[in-house]
C-alpha cells in the first residue's frame, strides 16, 4: 500500500525567506514521487518528480526535494520564497506504472511581503 | 505536456439534479482520469476511462452515482448524479504525460456547488 502525509496544512513564510514543505511517504515498493502546485482557480502543475535517479531532484521555479529513504521523506524546498509562490501544493506517490497515485492533503503557502 | 480543457469551470446547482462535466484533451490519450478533490482533502481517485470499454472505478465510488463516457481517445464526460451537498467539490480531469506513465497532466478542474 502507499500513502503520503503532508505536515502542516498551512504554512507561512516571509519573502526572501526558506520555504520548506514536508512530505513523508509510504510505500511497500520503490516509489516514485512528485510535487504538485496548484494556483488558485487552475489546475495541478507538476513542480517535480523523483523516479529512482538522483535523489536530489531540481524543478521549476528554483524549487528543489530530497528524497530520503532512511526518513521516508521527500520535502520540497526553496531558498528564497518569492510572493508568486503563494499557492497549494501537493505532494504524491505512485507505483511508477502510472496505474495509481496518492495524493496529500496540501499544504497551502503564504508568502508575506 | 498535454493540454487539457474542462468545462464547466464552475457551476451552482440544485439538490437532485445531475451536472455532466466535460474533458478534451488535445492529444490522443490511452487513459484518462477522473479525481474528486474535497477542502481539506487529498485527491480521491474516480475512476479510470478507457476508450472503448466501461470505466473502472475506485472503492466508494459506483456507476450509477458516476456514470462515465469515453466516446475517443481525446475526450470524455463525468456526470455527477442526484446531486447533494455532499458533492460539492472540484472534480478534476487528468490524463498521463507524453514524457512518460508516471507523471499525471491535469485539466483547471470544474467547481461544483450543489444546493
Known amino acids: 500500500a502507499q500513502s503520503v502525509t503532508q505536515l502542516g496544512s498551512h504554512v507561512s513564510v516571509s519573502e526572501g525567506a526558506l520555504v520548506l514543505l514536508r512530505c513523508n511517504y509510504s510505500s511497500s515498493v520503490p516509489p516514485y514521487l512528485f510535487w504538485y502546485v496548484q494556483y488558485p482557480n487552475q489546475g495541478l502543475q507538476l513542480l517535480l518528480k523523483y523516479t529512482s535517479a538522483a535523489t536530489l531532484v531540481k524543478g521549476i521555479n528554483g524549487f528543489e526535494a530530497e528524497f530520503k529513504k532512511s526518513e521516508t521523506s521527500f520535502h520540497l524546498t526553496k531558498p528564497s520564497a518569492h510572493m508568486s509562490d503563494a499557492a497549494e501544493y501537493f505532494c504524491?506517490?505512485?507505483?511508477?506504472?502510472?496505474?495509481?497515485?496518492?495524493f496529500g492533503t496540501g499544504t497551502s503557502l503564504t508568502v508575506i511581503p | 505536456s498535454a493540454v487539457i480543457s474542462q468545462k464547466p469551470s464552475r457551476d451552482i446547482c440544485q439538490r437532485g439534479t445531475s451536472l455532466t462535466i466535460q474533458c478534451q484533451v488535445d492529444?490522443?490519450?490511452?487513459?484518462m482520469f477522473w479525481y474528486r478533490q474535497q477542502p481539506g482533502q487529498s485527491l480521491t481517485l474516480i475512476a479510470t476511462?478507457?476508450?472503448?470499454?466501461?470505466?473502472?472505478?475506485e472503492s466508494g465510488f459506483v456507476i450509477d452515482k458516476f456514470p462515465i463516457s469515453r466516446p475517443n481517445l481525446t475526450f470524455s464526460t463525468l456526470t455527477v448524479s442526484n446531486m447533494s451537498p455532499e458533492d460539492s467539490s472540484i472534480y478534476l480531469c487528468s490524463v498521463q504525460g507524453r514524457s512518460g506513465a508516471n507523471v499525471l497532466t491535469f485539466g483547471a478542474g470544474s467547481r461544483l456547488t450543489v444546493l
Open positions: 492529444s490522443q490519450v490511452t487513459m
Open positions: 504524491a506517490v505512485s507505483r511508477g506504472d502510472g496505474n495509481q497515485f496518492y
Open positions: 476511462a478507457n476508450q472503448g470499454s466501461e470505466a473502472t472505478y
